[in-house]
């Protein structure tokens, strides 16, 4: 799966310059990152909208475009997905409340 992420965060790096008249990507760089995450919070309650109507084949759809923007957004603060994987491998075995505890901590 990371290497899916990587190569559509590459993507994204290499069309993020090119024409906002022919590029999804470059026009939604150009708009800024305000927009890129109008767009994730846009996607994300698609998903749950998705979810919630209880059809697959739609949170399966909608969780790509959250996906797809996620990674612009990631391109736009220069987090690679390696980064968060790291985080979620460091995350693995570990409690969720316990976690959730040792951020409060920090």
């Given at each position: 799966m990371t290497d899916t992420l990587k190569k559509l965060c590459n993507v994204i790096d290499e069309r993020?310059?090119?024409s906002p008249?022919?590029?999804y990507v470059a026009?939604?760089?150009k708009k800024g990152t305000n927009k890129i995450c109008q767009k994730v919070g846009e996607e994300a309650t698609e998903v749950v909208i998705a979810a919630l109507a209880e059809k697959k084949k739609d949170v399966v759809s909608e969780s790509a475009d959250?996906?797809?923007?996620l990674c612009m957004l990631w391109v736009d603060k220069g987090v690679a997905p390696?980064?968060?994987?790291?985080?979620?491998e460091k995350r693995m075995g570990q409690s969720g409340l316990d976690e959730k505890a040792a951020r409060k901590a920090d």
């Open positions: 993020k310059g090119k008249d022919k590029s026009k939604m760089f959250l996906l797809f923007h390696e980064d968060v994987m790291a985080e979620l």
